[in-house]
């Protein structure tokens, strides 16, 4: 059975990690919004990867990063499964 709701990869810029503890922080917050199935944090490129229903806003994303109080995030690209 297929999924009903469209996935799309949502490509963010992440500021403020410094180690990778920064990394776990980031993508328990990604992860905690709803629609999204998983995120894949990159403390080198200071990135991220959004897999997540096409509805997602990138804002949502972003505003749960800052929630953390130590980052911040923005979305870069937003591409489907399909690309």
Do not use: K, W
């Amino acid at each position: 059975m297929t999924n009903p709701d469209p996935i799309v990869y949502i490509d963010l810029g992440v500021g403020g990690m410094t180690c990778d503890d920064c990394v776990v922080h980031v993508t328990n917050a990604l992860e905690s919004v709803p629609g999204v199935e998983g995120a894949t944090v990159d403390f080198a490129t200071r990135s991220a990867v959004v897999v997540a229903r096409a509805d997602v806003e990138g804002s949502a994303l972003a505003q749960a990063v800052r929630a953390t109080g130590q980052y911040n995030a923005f979305e870069r690209r937003r591409r489907s499964e399909h690309a």
